[in-house]
Nanobody
Framework: QVQLVESGGGLVQPGGSLRLSCAASGSIFSINAMGWYRQAPGKQRDLVAHVTSGSTTYGDSVKGRFTISRDNRKNTVYLQMNSLKPEDTAVYYC????????????????WGQGTQVTVSS
């Protein structure tokens, strides 16, 4: 079974830092892209950061504060979050576009269960 498992969320004070991790596991042939999205209560799910083999993209609100990185050997993506603000509070979801064996060989988008990040004093 192909799955994404996030870790690293929690409660942090404004100005603090957190590092999220997301590991992909299962029958994976290749990973085309990995990224992080977030969703605050009552709001839509928005892009935080996205990485492919050739490019990295950040949402405007996190540029200069967050850094996405990827370890291809471990099928893992990280999100280093610095200078956190209360408005960063949300559930953070990992996303990966992968070629997998899931009963058949196919390419698709997969999501993790989400991890809560709360920025509050």
């Amino acid at each position: 079974q192909v799955q994404l498992v996030e870790s690293g969320g929690g409660l942090v004070q404004p100005g603090g830092s957190l590092r999220l991790s997301c590991a992909a596991s299962g029958s994976i042939f290749s990973i085309n892209a990995m990224g992080w999205y977030r969703q605050a209560p009552g709001k839509q799910r928005d892009l935080v950061a996205h990485v492919t083999s050739g490019s990295t993209t950040y949402g405007d609100s996190v540029k200069g504060r967050f850094t996405i990185s990827r370890d291809n050997r471990k099928n893992t993506v990280y999100l280093q979050m610095n200078s956190l603000k209360p408005e960063d509070t949300a559930v953070y979801y990992c996303n990966a576009n992968m070629e997998v064996w899931d009963g058949r060989r196919r390419v698709g988008d997969y999501w993790g269960q989400g991890t809560q990040v709360t920025v509050s004093s």
